[in-house]
Every structure is written in structure tokens, then in C-alpha cells.
């Protein structure tokens, strides 16, 4: 069965400076997708990045990048200049490519705040 | 751009009581997804449509039902409500065969079993 681990509950940035957020995963599947989404206060899940696993270019969206190695089983977000909106849960979730259902499998959570 | 629906926002049960849940897909959207996430955790896959047809079941309960209709809005039915079942519910949509099949969420429903 196929698993996702945040080991970070809580993370902490300056305002405007840089922000890694860690997610590892274990899968036997040779072909997947994997995903960032942000749950702020307001509880709604926000889709922030994708990347398919295939691809060995990170996926970049404005000041979020990923780092994606994918021999490590390693996922990890990076938020550049950090803004106060973007204070929220992250999760990280994995996809078997060929699952039927499609069903996301998520990590833990990362709670990030931000200081002004 | 239209999201994912959901209805009731809100709703508050007594223990043993029935709920029903409604989804409306992004339009042109074929396949629906139903997840839950209790206070401090991570959302748990429920059941999952596709045209139609159940395509996965995850750890949903038997007391639980879900169909998905032929404009493929979906329902979640729950009955003989716990009061464990009190958590947040999404649904979210996808398009098969497109970019990752990206699950897009609804808002969620936050439902109260006292």
C-alpha cells in the first residue's frame, strides 16, 4: 500500500523570505502523480502545484516550486517570498497513475504560519 | 470559473439520525470523489464515481451510501448517524483522461452529529 509522510507538523517563516516543506512517500508503482494542496482557515482544499512522476522537471507556479527525486520517494515545497496569505495547512497527496478510482493519499499536514 | 458545489454547508444531526450530502461536479466533469476529514487530520478517500459507476471504495462504512445520478451530481447518504461521523466532508471532480485527472474540492460540508 502506498504512503505519504509529512515529518514536519508545524513550520515557521519571515514574511518575504523562503520556506521548505518536506513530504516523503512509499510506493511500488512506477508511474504516479503527486500533489501539494493548501487548506487555509477557511478549510477549503486549494490545489497548489502537481507534478507526474515521469517528468524529471520540478514544476514551478509563480513563487511555489517543487523539488521532485524521484529515487528518494522525496517531494518537497518550496514557498518564495513568503506572504501571509499563504498561512495554512499543506498536504501533500499521491496518486497511483493507473488506480482506478484515482483516490488521493495524504500526508499528515504541515501547519505554516507566517510572521509579519 | 465554476467549482465544485456542495450542500448543505452546514448541517447538524441527532445520533441515529440520516444525512444526505449533495455534489455538483465542475461542469463536464465525469468523475467524483467523496472524502473525509475529522478535526486534526488529513482527509480519508470514501468512494469514488466514474460515468456513473463506482470505480473505488475506500473505508466508508456500511451505514454509508453514495450513487452519482445522470447529470453526475453525486450523493453521499449517511444513516444511523455516530457521533465519530461528525467531521468535514468533500467532494471533489476530476475529468478522466486529462491533465493528471486533477481533483478539484468543493467547499465541504461540516456536519454536527449531536
Known amino acids: 500500500a502506498q504512503t505519504v509522510t509529512q515529518s514536519q507538523p508545524e513550520m515557521s517563516v519571515q514574511e518575504a523570505e523562503t520556506v521548505t516543506l518536506s513530504c516523503t512517500y512509499d510506493?511500488?508503482?512506477?508511474?504516479?502523480?503527486l500533489f501539494w494542496y493548501k487548506q487555509p482557515p477557511s478549510r477549503q482544499m486549494i490545489l497548489v502545484i502537481r507534478?507526474?512522476?515521469?517528468?524529471?522537471q520540478n514544476a514551478t507556479e509563480n513563487r511555489f516550486s517543487v523539488n521532485f527525486q524521484k529515487a528518494a520517494k522525496s517531494f518537497s515545497l518550496k514557498i518564495s517570498d513568503s506572504q501571509l496569505g499563504d498561512a495554512a495547512m499543506y498536504f501533500c497527496?499521491?496518486?497511483?497513475?493507473?488506480?482506478?478510482?484515482?483516490?488521493?493519499?495524504f500526508g499528515q499536514g504541515t501547519e505554516l504560519s507566517v510572521k509579519p | 470559473a465554476a467549482g465544485v458545489i456542495q450542500s448543505p454547508r452546514h448541517l447538524i444531526k441527532e445520533k441515529r439520525e440520516t444525512a444526505t450530502l449533495k455534489c455538483y461536479p465542475i461542469?463536464?466533469?465525469?468523475?467524483v470523489y467523496w472524502y473525509q476529514q475529522g478535526p486534526g487530520q488529513d482527509p480519508q478517500f470514501l468512494i469514488s464515481?466514474?460515468?456513473?459507476?463506482?470505480?473505488d471504495k475506500g473505508s466508508i462504512p456500511d451505514r454509508f451510501s453514495a450513487q452519482q445520478f445522470s447529470d453526475y451530481h453525486s450523493e453521499l447518504n449517511m444513516s444511523s448517524l455516530e457521533l465519530g461521523d461528525s467531521a468535514l466532508y468533500f467532494c471533489?471532480?476530476?475529468?478522466?483522461?486529462?491533465?493528471?485527472?486533477?481533483?478539484?474540492f468543493g467547499p465541504g460540508t461540516r456536519l454536527l452529529v449531536l
Open positions: 497527496a499521491y496518486r497511483g497513475r493507473y488506480n482506478q478510482g484515482g483516490k488521493l493519499i
Open positions: 471533489a471532480s476530476s475529468l478522466a483522461g486529462t491533465f493528471q485527472e486533477t481533483q478539484y
Open positions: 464515481f466514474y460515468e456513473k459507476m463506482q470505480s
Open positions: 510506493t511500488s508503482e512506477s508511474d504516479y502523480y
Open positions: 461542469p463536464r466533469h465525469d468523475t
Open positions: 507534478q507526474e512522476a515521469y517528468k524529471q
